[in-house]
């Protein structure tokens, strides 16, 4: 399986942009890169997926480099609700017998504070 | 539609004896996922039905381990003669059955295990 790199923690201000960095180096062309994150005591909640263009949604937008080699999720406007650990996975096309579900790694923390 | 429903949210049980968790999927969702996350970690896959069919196992489901899915609806996993091991976080996830669209997870299950 194609591995993600994440630091393991990050820190923001409130209010302020947060980008939360992913290198995937040995992506194949068929892996679509997802973003979850997990706040406490709650199971992960998507956040945003893409293949090769850049993707915008009312929670986030991810940036793809050209090569797709690494990515960004882009959190615009941090706020204390947005502190979570936030998981950069790579999901494989699915055949009609695998589901090729998510392998999550350890993600980063990130931390908002006010 | 309420979302992915996980019951109970708490189990506490002694070494040894058997447990029963039950997931309520998204309704018109094809596909199921069960994972186990212990504290620090990301979730850990360990199984994935479509509709009825149990279509894939990690190797960390061992043979006490077991989940149904009967009618493609509602979801059950089994522990059987439980160990301190054993305590986690088990969680359930729903999703449609294409790549173009994300996971819904529950809030999971915490079984404790003394």
């Known amino acids: 399986d194609a591995k993600t790199t994440q630091p393991n923690s990050m820190e923001s201000n409130e209010e302020e942009p947060v980008h939360l960095p992913c290198n995937h180096s040995t992506i194949s062309g068929t892996d679509y890169i997802h973003w979850y994150r997990q706040l406490p005591s709650q199971g992960p909640e998507y956040v945003i997926h893409?293949?090769?263009s850049n993707v915008n949604n009312r929670m986030a937008s991810l940036a793809i480099a050209e090569d797709r080699k690494s990515s960004t999720l882009i959190l615009h406007r941090a706020t204390l609700r947005d502190a979570a650990v936030y998981y950069c996975?790579?999901?494989?096309?699915?055949?009609?017998?695998?589901?090729?579900?998510?392998?999550f790694g350890k993600g980063t923390s990130l931390l908002v504070t006010p | 539609d309420t979302g992915v429903s996980q019951n109970p949210r708490h189990k506490i049980t002694k070494r040894g004896q058997n447990v029963t968790f039950r997931c309520d999927p998204i309704s018109e969702h094809n596909r199921l996922y069960w994972y186990r996350q212990t504290l620090g970690q990301g979730p850990e896959f360990l199984t994935y039905?479509?509709?009825?069919?149990?279509?894939?196992k990690s190797r960390l489901l061992s043979d006490r381990f077991s989940a149904e899915r009967p009618k493609g609806s509602f979801s059950t996993l089994e522990i059987q003669r439980t160990e301190q091991g054993d305590s986690a976080m088990y969680l359930c996830?729903?999703?449609?059955?294409?790549?173009?669209?994300?996971?819904?997870f529950g809030s999971g299950t915490r079984l404790t295990v003394v």
């Open positions: 893409g293949l090769t």
């Open positions: 039905f479509q509709n009825e069919a149990q279509l894939e």
């Open positions: 996830a729903s999703s449609e059955r294409t790549e173009n669209y994300g996971y819904t």
């Open positions: 996975i790579l999901r494989g096309f699915s055949n009609s017998n695998s589901g090729y579900a998510l392998n």
